[in-house]
């Protein structure tokens, strides 16, 4: 076997780069980056589209340039006032630029560097499974034809980091009725993009189990809580947010947020996730945010927002046991 040559970079960031992708220990996690075994030069070098001079701390961390800010703007919203976050509005900058996207990287910093040629649009959604009324639709009809609000909400990721901001897009109800799934419909499946050309974190750790997928209950995904975003802070949403669509579920971990949605399938069966499939005693598919019981590589007691540094209690539900408790107990 070769040897495995860590460059500065990555001692340096380990801490930023192995939360939620880290497993056991630190060779479990390099073994599944494609890092053990070929080494990190031939980890890269294998894979065409890489041989074209990126470094390793290009793919990583991204190349260096301006943050856009231009984004187009969504007039008219009201804003939803069942959902006022009970904290400050996190910094709209401090969002853009500290997000987890792992088919760019997994290095939060480094996402908003790496978007530039992922292409939102155009965009079909196909709606799959047991629903009477299956197909493959334009993102923009399809938003055209579902009734768009603003909601603030905090969002709170299982690495203790957390935020609130304010979503514009739908609820997650109004798709589901729209597409009228039938009595057999149990879950709801969702899947990301598959596109390793322009998502270097899809080739770069192409040994994971790639689309990033997700699912809820569809009593979970008929709460009045469950939302589809299709902008953030009052304009259409960044790629790095999930452009052009991701879901919201506030009172769980923030890898159940699923961003950039490309199917939507109703099944009888409890679909397979991302995470699960990785690590299932981490990540199991409920993942209900709970300060009681702890990650084994974070307490969940307390979270720190992104932006101010502030540390506040976890809630158990995140603080929207209101809401979604009725559905656990
Ligand atoms: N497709 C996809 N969706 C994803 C992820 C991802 O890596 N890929 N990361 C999840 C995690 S772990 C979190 S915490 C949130 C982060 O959302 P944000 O970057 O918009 O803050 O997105 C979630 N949705
Ligand atoms: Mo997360």
């Not at 009045?224 to 949403?237: D, K």
């Not at 919201?248 to 947020?257: A, F, L, M």
Request: proline letters at 8%.
């Amino acid at each position: 076997m070769s040897a495995v040559i860590i460059p500065p970079e990555w001692n340096a960031r380990e801490n930023e780069i192995t939360p939620e992708g880290a497993y056991q220990n630190r060779r479990e996690f390099l073994k599944a980056m494609g890092i053990v075994g070929l080494g990190i030069a031939g980890a890269l070098y294998s894979r065409p589209a890489f041989a074209a001079g990126n470094t390793l701390k290009e793919l990583l961390f991204g190349k260096g340039k301006p943050l856009k800010t231009d984004f187009e703007k969504v007039a008219g919203l009201k804003r939803n006032a069942a959902f006022i976050a009970d904290r400050p509005i996190s910094d709209e900058k401090a969002a853009l630029t500290y997000n987890n996207f792992y088919e760019f990287t997994s290095v939060k910093d480094g996402v908003w560097k790496l978007v530039d040629d992922f292409k939102p649009r155009p965009w079909q959604v196909e709606i799959a499974g047991h629903v009477e009324k299956p197909g493959t639709m334009d993102v923009d009809e399809l938003i055209r034809s579902l009734p768009l609000e603003e909601r603030v909400y905090r969002h709170r990721c299982v690495e203790r980091w957390a935020m609130v901001v304010p979503w514009n897009g739908f609820p997650m109800k109004a798709l589901i009725e729209k597409f009228r799934p039938t009595a057999k419909a149990r879950f709801v499946r969702f899947v990301s993009f598959m596109d390793p050309e322009v998502a270097p974190g899809q080739k770069l750790q192409s040994h994971l189990p790639w689309p990033y997928n997700e699912g809820l209950t569809m009593a979970e995904a008929m709460n009045e809580l469950a939302f589809v975003a299709t902008g953030v802070y009052g304009h259409t949403l960044p790629v790095q947010h999930g452009a052009p669509l991701r879901i919201v579920t506030p009172w769980k971990y923030g890898y159940k947020s699923i961003k950039s949605i490309v199917k939507i399938e109703f099944t009888d069966r409890q679909p397979e996730t991302f995470w699960s499939t990785l690590v299932p005693h981490e990540y199991p598919f409920e993942s209900n945010v709970d300060p009681d019981v702890p990650h084994p590589r974070w307490s969940q007691r307390t979270e720190k927002m992104i932006g101010t540094g502030d540390v506040y209690e976890t809630k158990k539900y995140n603080g929207y046991g209101k809401w979604v408790a009725g559905l656990y107990s």
